[in-house]
């Protein structure tokens, strides 16, 4: 008898918010899920790790961007196939720097306006964008 596994991954996303813009970043060409897509800067909690902390460190680790963990904005959660669930918690975060250093799992980052974000992001990203009033956000110009 096959045993069918079925897995949870929780994410953390952060919507860094400096000078009136939002960072997206470009998903590698080689990424096996979203290649080439923009998303906001986050990935993995590790076991144990609190959700604020594993925030701060993967946005360190793709951007080379400190930043300060705000408020949480949406979380979210959906099928990336019939047996793997991607649990998306998402915060609004605010950087100092606006000098980004990617990491090799993106190719490119742009600090993006409400306009730009709207025509970049993919779809299901803007629908929660857009439920959450992401782009009713203050920091916005």
Known sequence: MVKHTRS??????GVI???GRILLVRR???DSVGAGTWECAGGKIEFGEDLEAAL??????????????GNLLYAT?????????????????????HAVQLSIEHSDYKWC???ELQRLLPAGI???FE????????ELL
């Open 8 to 13: 949870i991954i929780v994410a953390v996303k």
């Open 17 to 19: 918010v400096h000078g």
């Open 28 to 30: 590698a060409a080689r």
């Open 56 to 69: 701060e460190r993967e946005i360190y680790e793709e951007t080379g961007l400190a930043v300060t963990v």
């Open 77 to 97: 959660s959906f099928l990336t196939d019939p047996a793997r669930q991607l649990v998306i918690i998402t915060y609004l975060c605010r950087s100092a720097d």
């Open 113 to 115: 306006t409400r306009l």
């Open 126 to 128: 803007l629908a929660e």
């Open 131 to 138: 439920k959450s009033h992401v782009f009713s956000l203050n």
